[in-house]
């Protein structure tokens, strides 16, 4: 009898789970598709499995909407664009778009696509979301759009291209966010945004024109990892950061982030204990990047670590980990490696380049704050401890090299691969056990939002890649 029931309970979950996959539908928008517009799906009745495929046209899909629905890890709800023929990616315009009609939800002004928070359909977590290969571009605060009560509104200030108010297990891939406020915003909703992947991306041309307060990305979440993104300059006059972040258990990996008031800016999470309490807030990794510092690009400091709002008790205070980083600056004046907000941020610096095109006294390890722990790293011969009046400690832990140059295959052109003769090969520090195997170096960022898998000779070169003979990014990921 026992036997019977475990076979029956067995049918039961195959005939639930077949049904299931049932019921999940495929829409095609586009040319020549079952679908002609974005307002032609019935957002409010997405169901786990859903695909939404938006096909590329000429002319750019001008609609808004919000997501709000529920996946699951095995059939998560996946918004996809399909490419055109020479490779353009669908746009989604937010410059004169209408709501969509089977909608309803508020903070429209605050993003061209927006994921959570919705009356209709009824307000819930969106979870197992992927946004996959669109260009969303345009919400920008000289732009207006018709909303869902059929009134002209302009966007806010703080207007994204994708606006998440709240969700867990999303993923945001392959799309090119532009000319907006902010091209990525993410809000921690009271620590219910967690589980977030933000990967292979184009982030360029955002911020407010004469405002410091809207970034490229600005982000705040529980255990949030960027990787393979292209992080470009803000919008001509903006004056905001590329990345910007608030999170708990921050991962920043194999990116190239360049230009914008200061290439990351990772400070407190200001308005949620939440996040100020969770056990990972106080760590951060940042690892395989390439940072880019041009000439006139607003603050001289390259990375922000601790925090900028009024309660102190609330900065990170933790440690920052900051390993096989290539920092390129081409500021003609000071530049400074990171400024740590109090003497209880400390950073872990180890395996990086830090190389300028000025002459090395220009260059500067950090602010006057915190503990600047540091090994193994190749740095401008003549750099100086700090351009200010330090107040907190820099411990140099041996093995840094110096020189003049080290040893980039074509500085001109940003190939930042080695040359056979650079003097890093062979000289970085294994990384410690502490941070295996979640946080080993095992990739390489590749032009342009891509990854190549880091060749491993038994000991790690200084810098985000590797040298590598006869030919450079032999392998890629999809």
Not at 198 to 225: L, Q
Request: aromatic share 10%; with cysteine.
């Amino acid at each position: 009898m026992k036997h019977n029931l475990k076979i029956w309970a067995a049918l039961l979950i195959t005939i639930q789970f077949v049904v299931g996959q049932a019921q999940s539908t495929d829409y095609r928008i586009g040319p020549n598709q079952a679908l002609s517009q974005i307002d032609d799906v019935n957002w409010a009745n997405l169901q786990a499995g859903d695909r939404v495929y938006i096909h590329w046209r000429n002319q750019p899909y001008k609609e808004k909407w919000v997501i709000n629905a529920q996946g699951t890890a095995q059939n998560p709800i996946e918004i996809i664009g399909v490419n055109g023929p020479q490779g353009q990616q669908p746009v989604i315009d937010g410059n004169g778009a209408t709501t969509v009609s089977s909608v309803n939800f508020w903070n429209e002004k605050r993003g061209v696509i927006k994921i959570g928070g919705s009356n209709t359909p009824s307000d819930g977590l969106p979870q197992h979301i992927i946004i996959d290969n669109l260009e969303v571009r345009s919400g920008y605060v000289d732009y207006s759009f018709t909303n869902d009560q059929g009134g002209t509104e302009s966007y806010s200030n703080n207007a994204a291209s994708i606006y998440v108010e709240k969700a867990a297990n999303l993923t945001i891939r392959n799309c090119t966010l532009t000319d907006s406020g902010n091209g990525l915003f993410i809000g921690a909703n009271g620590g219910q945004t967690q589980h977030i992947l933000i990967e292979k991306n184009h982030i360029h041309g955002n911020g407010v024109i004469n405002r410091f307060y809207e970034h490229n990305n600005y982000s705040a979440a529980i255990d949030i990892t960027f990787q393979y993104n292209r992080f470009g300059p803000l919008r001509q006059g903006a004056g905001g950061n590329n990345l910007k972040d608030r999170s708990a258990g921050l991962v920043v990996r194999y990116n190239w982030i360049e230009s914008g008031n200061r290439q990351l800016d990772l400070v407190d999470a200001e308005d949620s204990s939440v996040l100020v309490n969770h056990p990972s807030y106080s760590t951060t990794h940042v690892y395989g990047n390439i940072l880019i510092e041009p000439d006139g690009a607003g603050n001289s400091q390259m990375v922000h670590y601790g925090g900028d709002g009024d309660i102190i008790a609330d900065y990170r205070k933790g440690t920052l980990y900051f390993y096989n980083n290539t920092l390129v600056s081409t500021r003609s004046g000071n530049t400074t490696w990171v400024r740590l907000s109090t003497n209880d941020e400390t950073i872990e610096a180890f395996n990086n380049i830090y190389y300028g095109t000025a002459s090395g006294n220009r260059l500067a390890l950090m602010g006057g704050n915190g503990t600047f722990n540091y090994h193994h790293n190749w740095i401008k011969t003549d750099y100086r401890n700090s351009h200010d009046t330090i107040n907190g400690s820099v411990n140099n832990q041996g093995f840094n090299l110096t020189g003049t140059a080290p040893g980039f295959l074509n500085e001109n052109t940003q190939d930042y691969g080695l040359t056979t003769s650079a003097p890093v090969i062979d000289q970085g520090d294994t990384i410690p056990q502490s941070l295996l195997p979640d946080h080993d170096v095992t990739q390489s960022y590749l032009k342009h939002q891509n990854a190549q898998i880091r060749p491993n000779d038994g000991t790690l070169d200084i810098g985000a890649y590797e040298y590598i003979i006869d030919f450079i990014f032999a392998n890629g990921f999809d």
